[in-house]
């Protein structure tokens, strides 16, 4: 059986490679261990770029051992500064940008992704996207500014207008101990 909600990351896979394809551009903005940039570097081919985002030394390592372990490094750009700042290295359209907020997995529990450069980051990844394009946001509420993360980004996707944006969130609501939920955002 495929389970098609079994958790927010991996439906938000599921929402990217209905679109994301050989040739696409498209971004990273938390890296984190890898485990996007890697999905995102293997949709994309040869043909196509990815650009990774974190602000942590440790998530690019992670990333970088992942990729070379794939033989996908070529196909991503490794960026060591915030996604708020990801206009200063994309200049192209893009098809799709996913979020993994929160922490590092594994590490400190105290560098979170924070409202104000998340929502700079949302900002800029709209701006940037090409029609029919994806973002897509797995938002967690469980660790210290978690919840008023989550309120920032409800309040910035709920008043995009629908003439130009399609908006869906995807909650788990009989999941136990704060299971993340996945916001995703696609340009019409
Ligand atoms: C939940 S993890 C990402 C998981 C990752 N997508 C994966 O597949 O393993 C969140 C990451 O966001 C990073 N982060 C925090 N603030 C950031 C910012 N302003 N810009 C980019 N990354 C940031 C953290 O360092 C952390 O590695």
Redesign the pocket.
Known sequence: MDRLFKNA?ELSHKIIASTVGEGDIAV??????????V?LAELVSDRGKVYA????EQ?LK??EQKLKERNLSHRVRLIK????NMKNYISEEVKAV?F??????G?DRT????PS??IK?LGSALSLLKKGGLITI?V?TGHEGGMEESDSVMKFISQLHQSEWDVAVIDFPNRKNFSPYLAAIQKR
């Open positions: 990351v990273d903005a938390t890296a984190g261990n890898g485990w996007d940039t999905f985002f974190d602000i942590q998530a992670n990333t500064d915030g996604h708020e996913m993994n907020l929160g922490y590092l997995p590490y560098c979170i992704t924070r450069t998340t980051a797995v967690y």
